[in-house]
């Protein structure tokens, strides 16, 4: 059993800054990549930020680089993303992702999302 936890959203004024934390508990033997996603109003999900756990490799969507960081503790399972200079355009839910989680030997990898944080940025 893998579990996913965010926390860290809230409401913020604009040009404010959350940062938000995602936590992998449970029995697995390794992750490939830990990813943020947000849904916005419309319900479509959008990739914001990934990196990999082997290298520490980052990709960003356009509209946030710049001002967000992702970063990871390995020792801690733990991913985090600092949200800088917040624009109303960020309302979303923010949802993590660890991708490719390996459970066992032989078994097919699949990814866990946890249940999402709302961030609310007020103008």
């Known amino acids: 059993q893998v579990q996913v936890v965010e926390s860290g959203g809230g409401s913020v004024q604009f040009g404010g800054s959350l940062r938000l934390s995602c936590v992998v508990s449970?029995?697995?033997?390794?992750?490939?990549?830990m990813e943020w996603y947000r849904q916005v109003p419309d319900n479509s999900r959008e990739m914001v930020a990934t990196?990999?756990?082997?290298?520490?490799?980052?990709n960003y969507a356009d509209s946030v680089k710049g001002r967000f960081t992702i970063s990871r503790d390995t020792y801690k399972n733990t991913v985090y993303l600092q949200m800088n200079t917040l624009k109303t355009g960020d309302t979303a839910v923010y949802y993590c992702k660890a991708a490719h989680v390996l459970t066992q030997p032989g078994m097919i990898p699949r990814d866990y999302w946890g249940q999402g944080t709302q961030v609310t940025v007020s103008s």
């Open positions: 449970g029995s697995f033997s390794s992750i490939y990549s």
């Open positions: 990196i990999l756990t082997s290298d520490g490799l980052t």
